[in-house]
């Protein structure tokens, strides 16, 4: 999914990365709904010096985060998605339209490319002595479980 052309910032003056105008490096525009907006010509000062202390804290900050890795399209460095199953918009990968990889530190992701694709998988656990799934956990038996791909 693109960042949309227009931001709707109200707190940030537009000078974080979650103003999409910003972090695309472009100035906000008219159809921009933002309050109290700094991104704009002439605030070049003001917007370096985010730009700065921003990069301070991550130098890659500004670098593209989709890359080709074996002519596949992939997140630099992954997600870290612990409750969102890496299928909302609060997962990077999944906005970017995506799916994730072995660089992804996520739990329960439901985002995984078709099976043979990816190193990241899914699969469902299942108890050698009943036919339901466990979702990765063991059933009531103490019999180690059997660990099969789910073909998507």
Sequence with gaps: MPLPD???????????LYCECFARGAFCGPDCG???CCNLAGKEDDIEQAKADIMKRDPN???KKLEMNQNKLQHR???????SGC????????QLGVPCTSECKCVGCNNCAPVGT????????TSPDSN?????????????PTVK???Q
Excluded at 77 to 83: D, S
Excluded at 87 to 94: A, H, Q
């Design 149 to 151: 791909l789910h073909q």
């Design 132 to 144: 339901q799934s466990t979702n990765g956990a063991l059933g009531e038996s103490m019999s180690p």
């Design 6 to 16: 227009k931001c709707q910032c109200s707190r940030s003056r537009c000078l974080k």
């Design 61 to 63: 900050a500004f670098v």
């Design 118 to 125: 990816s190193t990241k998988a899914p699969f469902i656990v």
């Design 87 to 94: 299928s909302k918009g609060y997962c990077e990968c999944f």
């Design 34 to 36: 933002c309050v109290n």
């Design 77 to 83: 460095k992954g997600c870290t998605c612990k409750r």
